[in-house]
């Protein structure tokens, strides 16, 4: 069965970060996985763009209850009219998530990837941590850059 990958990261992006988000989209085209993302602009627009431009293929779970301000780079752009609650449904489609940097939004998500024990690689993102429980672990593996972070997204599934 094919690999489903979400892309997490802000909305509104530094060039940074959307240049490492461009760059994780071309990697999970290359590695014949399925792009799952939020489906709007910054981050997931431009994992979107990266995907597209390697012809691979790309599902934008979109909050509002019709296609408007979708990337025009996804595949496919699937209306929920959940708001933030379509983030369960990004991270449900998903076999594994990669954070890029990242705002709340992204926050949210990561935290139903570990709930739902999917594998969350983080490239410059939240560090996890609890006050109870220090001697446990932050959850999130580490990349230094895309094309380890795809390597590291795939090897943990």
Sequence with gaps: MTTYIAV????EASPEEAAL?????????????????????GAMDAAARGCANEGGTSIGILPGETRAGASPHLTLAVPTGLGEARNVLVVRAADAVIAVSGEYGTLSEIALA??????VVGLGTWRLAHDSRPDHPDPILRSTDPVDAVRVALAAL
């Design 8 to 11: 997490c990261g802000p909305a």
């Design 21 to 41: 988000a461009e760059a994780v989209g071309r990697e999970i085209a290359r590695a014949g996985a399925i792009l799952i993302c939020g489906g709007l602009g």
């Design 114 to 119: 570990l709930k739902t024990a999917r594998p």
